[in-house]
């Protein structure tokens, strides 16, 4: 194995168990769309007789990268929104390369040039408040995990906070003795913003906090976590997603404005939708949902039946006035050289 072919064997690892994680993000299903589009790319590789023996830098180069998009597209049958989304990924990791060896950034200048297919616009169903408020009901408040639930429910649709922003959440983040309570909420690259809450909100926080951790909390612990024996972790994406498809589905029943499958992604639209409603310009829902790229929000607010011309008009309006003012080998393919797993 030459040297070159096991360092980045050595990167991939490093990457996907600790800077992506780390740095990146907290979502455990980003991490694996990383994983996913590398896992795929040595794939590509293999079938185009690449080895560990030979396998090198320059096969990250931009002709290889295009002939992978190529290859994910005709023989995946991958979607153009999924071949984005590996190309995102790929590049995420020449940007890690590029990092520790200056001798490769121009891989991820080049990636960087690759355009990116052109897909349809994904329209994402919302709620309606009477929805959100359904759901809301259905937690069974007698038990110590309907409290949880509610808890997390109402925390989630208050701040339109993203599933792993909420489940990574610690105590030292709340700040409910503030003048405006509130909480720190660590985004997409671990950019901290504030979501501010409500009265109803604070009161399910202090009750749920007095309740698992006690009137001296450790400010280091999750807010929501799976306690086993003295291990304390974060409860899994996986595991929130199937509660709110449980009340969704019950709520449901009594509601028909629920969507029966509902996500947590759509708590974050609808109340995106609904601080539009209440008089908010595009501009401050961007800020409160953390997203970098105006174009991001307003995808927000073509969920509901809103005044979509109104929303545009506030934003108008708002750019007016800043005018002014990871190596083992067992069967010698580069998938497992590189410690990943075969995608079929």
């Known amino acids: 194995m030459k040297n070159e072919a096991c360092w980045i064997s050595k990167k991939v690892s490093e990457f996907l168990l600790y800077h992506a994680p780390q740095f990146l993000t907290n979502s455990e299903h980003t991490v694996k769309g990383y994983r996913d589009a590398l896992t ?3 794939q590509f590789l293999q079938e185009s007789g690449i080895n560990p023996t ?4 320059k096969h990250f180069e931009r ?3 295009e002939r992978w998009m190529v290859w994910l597209k005709e023989k995946r049958h991958n979607s153009p929104a999924t071949c984005n989304d590996r190309l995102s990924g790929m590049r995420k990791f020449l940007e890690y390369l590029a990092g520790k060896d200056i001798s490769v950034e121009y891989l991820w200048q080049e990636a960087r040039k690759i355009k990116k297919q052109k897909c349809p616009k994904k329209k994402v169903s919302g709620m309606s408040r009477t929805a959100v408020a359904a759901i809301l009901r259905e937690p069974d408040v007698k038990t110590s995990i309907g409290r949880r639930d509610l808890t997390f429910l109402s925390l989630l649709y208050s701040t339109a906070a993203r599933l792993d922003e909420i489940r990574s959440i610690t105590i030292s983040q709340i700040h409910l003795d503030a003048c405006r309570p509130n909480i720190s909420i660590r985004g997409k690259g671990n950019k ?3 979501a501010f809450i409500l009265p109803k909100t604070k009161a399910l926080l202090m009750a749920y906090i007095k309740e698992v951790h006690g009137f001296s909390p450790n400010p280091d612990r999750l807010l929501f976590f799976s306690r086993v024996g003295n291990s304390y972790s974060a409860l899994t994406e996986a595991a929130l997603d199937k509660r709110i498809k449980k ?6 029943e009594v509601c028909k404005e629920v969507p029966s499958n509902a996500h947590a992604h759509q708590f974050r639209h609808a109340k995106a939708s609904h601080w539009i409603e209440d008089g908010l310009n595009v501009m401050e829902v961007q800020a409160l949902l953390g997203h970098e790229q105006i174009e991001t929000t307003m995808v927000y607010l073509d969920v509901t039946n809103i005044d979509k011309g109104k929303a545009l008009a506030t934003l108008e309006t708002e750019t007016d006035k800043q005018l ?3 190596w083992k080998n067992p069967d010698g393919s580069l998938v497992d050289f590189c410690g990943l797993k075969r995608k079929r």
């Open 324 to 326: 002014d003012r990871k």
């Open 63 to 65: 002709e290889w990268i």
């Open 54 to 57: 030979s396998l090198n830098h």
């Open 247 to 252: 009340y969704a589905a019950m709520a449901h």
């Open 192 to 194: 901290v913003r504030t």
């Open 40 to 42: 795929l790319y040595f």
